[in-house]
Nanobody, 124 residues
Framework: QVQLVESGGGSVQAGDSLRLSCLASGFTFSYYAMVWFRQAPGKGREFVATLSASGSSTSYADSVKGRFTISRVNAKNTVYLEMNSLKPEDTAVYYC?????????????????WGQGTQVTVSS
C-alpha cells in the first residue's frame, strides 16, 4: 500500500534552515505530483509547495515563496522541502502528500494519500 514517511523536522531558531524529506513507497513515484502541506496549532491544514511528476513545474504559497524549495529525486522515491530563513510563523506539523495525478495541484481535495507528519518548531 501507499506509504509516505516524513523526516527532518526539529526545533530551530529564527533564521535557521531545515530540510524535510519524504520517502514514498507502494506506487510508481515518478508518475505523481507531490505536495507539502502544514498545520499550525489551532489552524487548518494549508498548502506549502507542490512539484509536478516530471519535476518541471512548481508552485508555492506566498508565505514561503523565495524561502522554501521543493525538489524530488525520482530514483530515490523521495521529495524534499528545503526551508531557509525560517520564521516563528513557520511552526507547524508538515505533511507530505501524494497528488491525484502528475500535475502540481495545490488543494487538499486532490490529495490521495498523506504522511504522518513531522513537527517543525521555530523559536524567536
Amino acid at each position: 500500500q501507499v506509504q509516505l514517511v516524513e523526516s527532518g523536522g526539529g526545533s530551530v531558531q529564527a533564521g535557521d534552515s531545515l530540510r524535510l524529506s519524504c520517502l514514498a513507497s507502494g506506487f510508481t513515484f515518478s508518475y505523481y505530483a507531490m505536495v507539502w502541506f502544514r498545520q499550525a496549532p489551532g489552524k487548518g491544514r494549508e498548502f506549502v509547495a507542490t512539484l509536478s511528476a516530471s519535476g518541471s513545474s512548481t508552485s508555492y504559497a506566498d508565505s514561503v515563496k523565495g524561502r522554501f524549495t521543493i525538489s524530488r529525486v525520482n530514483a530515490k522515491n523521495t521529495v524534499y522541502l528545503e526551508m531557509n530563513s525560517l520564521k516563528p510563523e513557520d511552526t507547524a506539523v508538515y505533511y507530505c502528500a501524494k497528488s491525484y495525478g502528475g500535475a502540481p495541484y495545490t488543494r487538499t481535495d486532490y490529495v490521495t494519500n498523506w504522511g504522518q507528519g513531522t513537527q517543525v518548531t521555530v523559536s524567536s
